[in-house]
């Protein structure tokens, strides 16, 4: 908790629901990340302070076909609350039926868009962060999914990039016609979509946003690079951004949100756990996703990815590492994490970057993609799985 004597950066982000306006406080949200953000993370997350969880990316395509998977993705932790979908789409029409069908339904009380995604699988059809450089396109799938989310009370936020690249940035106007159509904010990955991940995020274009959507009273959420509650104090300081989204900072540490929430309510409070303390947040997150996935077979296949973040900066035996990558059972685990012998927390190599390093490059395109933005396009529809 923050200190009698603490001050507040940021104040509480509002989220205005059907049964009445909630606020994210703090205005700290868990990213959205393929393949991590499952509801056992969240659950994870969550108890450690985080405002908003967001789930994996799911197509609006393969929510709508409902596929098995794609309905697990958005299946919210015991007690989460609010639940909140990322959902992902080229195309007006799907888009609408999505949203329609999730408050119909009643799945979620937040929907986020995602127009940001830099992987080829996703950019080569015009989605992603390709997407909101056909401006008509880009602010007929927002209209389509803020308008049919209107009757329910589901509120709706987009998340970008600056771009596609260097020399076609597409944030400041994307923004705006978010902004005009009614999303509630506007999260903002600072980076370009021929970045990737890699080199450091453009803060400077986190401060621009704020600036520009200040007349319309819309937020800006930043992104990028906060691997810890000192990284999101000075992004708050430096952008004047109205929260925060992290993504790869909290991969194999669900503790940094109580970094981060004491960092931001002006606490000097840092959690570093020892490695006992680690393996045994381990143990359970592999419990809750066994239990999850109703399999200890694909529960211990889908936790082996999270070892190597846990154990980052640890002197670790290397067949200890080893048989971790391959581990097939919870007994197993507990056998090998039990011979771990107990260490401080590694603070200069546990706080830095982990998580995706792609390279950057030029991003994959449709053909013709960059001749015309006012081209209203029709595009090819997205895989019914969920994009990266």
């Not at 970057?353 to 960059?370: A, C, M, Q, V, Y």
Request: some cysteine; hydrophobic content about 40%.
């Amino acid at each position: 908790m923050a200190s009698p004597t603490s001050t507040r950066l940021l104040k509480p982000l509002l989220l205005p629901l059907a049964s009445g306006d909630h606020l994210i406080d703090p205005p700290v949200v868990l990213a959205p990340m393929a393949g991590i953000t499952n509801a056992p993370f969240r659950t994870l997350c969550r108890e450690q302070g985080a405002g908003l969880f967001v789930s994996e990316m799911v197509t609006a395509r393969a929510l709508i076909e409902r596929r098995p998977e794609t309905l697990r993705m958005i299946v919210p932790g015991k007690d989460e609350w609010p639940r909140s979908v990322q959902l992902y789409s080229v195309d007006p029409t799907t888009m609408r039926a999505a949203v329609t069908m999730i408050g119909k339904e009643n799945l979620a009380d937040h929907i986020d868009m995602n127009f940001g995604c830099p992987v080829p699988k996703v950019t080569r059809k015009g989605g992603g962060a390709a997407l909101p450089y056909k401006r008509r396109l880009f602010s007929n799938i927002v209209q389509a999914a803020v308008q049919a989310a209107q009757p329910f009370g589901i509120p709706v936020s987009v998340k970008m990039r600056i771009g596609i690249d260097s020399d076609h940035h597409t944030y400041l106007e994307a923004a705006q016609s978010a902004a005009d159509l009614g999303v509630i904010w506007v999260a903002l990955h600072a980076r370009t979509a021929a970045q990737m991940y890699e080199g450091k995020a453009d803060w400077s274009a986190i401060t621009r946003l704020v600036e520009h959507l200040k007349p319309s009273g819309v937020p800006v959420l930043g992104n990028g690079d906060i691997w810890s509650g000192a990284d999101a104090l000075r992004m708050a300081q430096e952008t004047g951004c109205a929260g925060v989204v992290v993504g790869r900072g909290c991969l194999g540490r669900p503790w940094l949100f109580a970094n981060l929430v004491a960092a931001l309510q002006g606490d000097q409070m840092e959690i570093a756990p020892t490695l006992h303390h680690v393996r045994e947040v381990m143990f359970r997150h592999a419990h809750l996703i066994v239990e999850y996935l109703e399999s200890e077979d694909r529960g211990m296949r889908d936790m082996r990815k999270h070892m190597a973040w846990y154990l980052k900066g640890f002197r670790v035996a290397r067949e200890i590492r080893h048989d971790l990558g391959m581990v097939e059972s919870l007994a197993q685990m507990r056998s090998l994490i039990d011979r771990l012998e107990e260490q401080p927390y590694p603070v200069e190599v546990g706080e830095k970057p982990r998580g995706r390093t792609s390279h950057g490059r030029p991003p994959s395109l449709p053909d013709g993609w960059l001749n015309d933005p006012d081209e209203l396009v029709h595009v090819e529809l997205e895989d019914a799985l969920s994009g990266g």
